[in-house]
């Protein structure tokens, strides 16, 4: 199985802050890579596909990059409204594998 | 607008069975493969299977967890899927969301795009 490894497990930030979340592959997964933000007692929602592309909706100060093991989710200015858990998913090889998750709380 | 609406979950005793069904609307579930994700309480997100579309003759993929106990299937003329539990264990305890998880048709290309809120299954004596 491929193993996803994300960090930080949790994280606190402030309104405005800059903040970035890896994720990393045990083996190569090409940009097979979805992120995700879930709040307490909702579905997931996908904000990142392919890796580095921005679903439609998302406010653009979200960003995300990498390819092969290598990955991470950039939030460039936290709002209140971001303070939740963030998993990373490979779709390359099954199983399919997320990440344990980054909780985002306010410092 | 796309749906995806899971039910079927309840209070269920260990070895026992039961059956998850997801409604499906605002798009043509045939044309794409649905997943099943499951989150333990307070615990992270788990893949628990797939079936794919028609066009790769609906076959399915299932997390070493739950295979040989979970079966998934589907009645695309009612719109809906369904995840087929037996042998249940208090570990199988979990949120079950349904997720419409890949669509290509060689130009438009969505993964896990929409999922649905989940039901709740707990296993326990």
């Known amino acids: 199985d491929i193993q996803m490894t994300q960090s930080p497990s949790s994280l606190s930030a402030s309104v405005g802050d800059r903040v970035t979340i890896t994720c990393r592959a045990s083996?190569?997964?090409?940009?097979?890579l979805g992120w995700f933000q879930q709040k307490p007692g909702k579905a997931p929602k996908r904000l990142i596909y392919?890796?580095?592309s921005l679903q439609s909706g998302v406010p653009s100060r979200f960003s995300a990059s990498g390819s092969g093991t290598e990955f991470s989710l950039t939030i460039s200015s936290l709002q209140p409204e971001d303070f939740a858990t963030y998993y990373c998913?490979?779709?390359?090889?099954?199983?399919?594998?997320f990440g344990q998750g980054t909780r985002l709380e306010i410092k | 607008e796309v749906q995806l609406v899971e039910s079927g979950g309840g209070l269920v005793q260990p070895r026992g069975s039961l059956r998850l069904s997801c409604a499906v609307s605002?798009?043509?579930?045939?044309?794409?493969?649905i997943d099943w994700v499951r989150q333990a309480p307070g615990k992270g997100l788990e893949w628990v299977g797939r079936?794919?579309?028609?066009?790769?003759?609906?076959?399915?993929e299932y997390a070493a967890s739950v295979k040989g106990r979970f079966t998934i299937s589907r009645d695309d003329s009612k719109n809906s899927l369904y995840l087929q539990m037996n042998s249940l264990k208090t570990e199988d305890t979990a949120v079950y969301h349904c997720?419409?998880?890949?669509?290509?048709?060689?130009?438009?290309?969505?993964?896990?795009?929409?999922w649905g809120q989940g039901t709740l299954v707990t296993v326990s004596s």
């Open positions: 997720v419409r998880s890949y669509y290509y048709d060689g130009s438009v290309y969505s993964d896990f795009d929409y």
């Open positions: 605002g798009f043509t579930l045939s044309d794409y493969y």
């Open positions: 079936s794919r579309n028609k066009a790769n003759s609906y076959t399915t």
């Open positions: 083996q190569g997964i090409r940009n097979d």
């Open positions: 392919a890796a580095s």
């Open positions: 998913l490979q779709h390359n090889t099954y199983p399919i594998t």
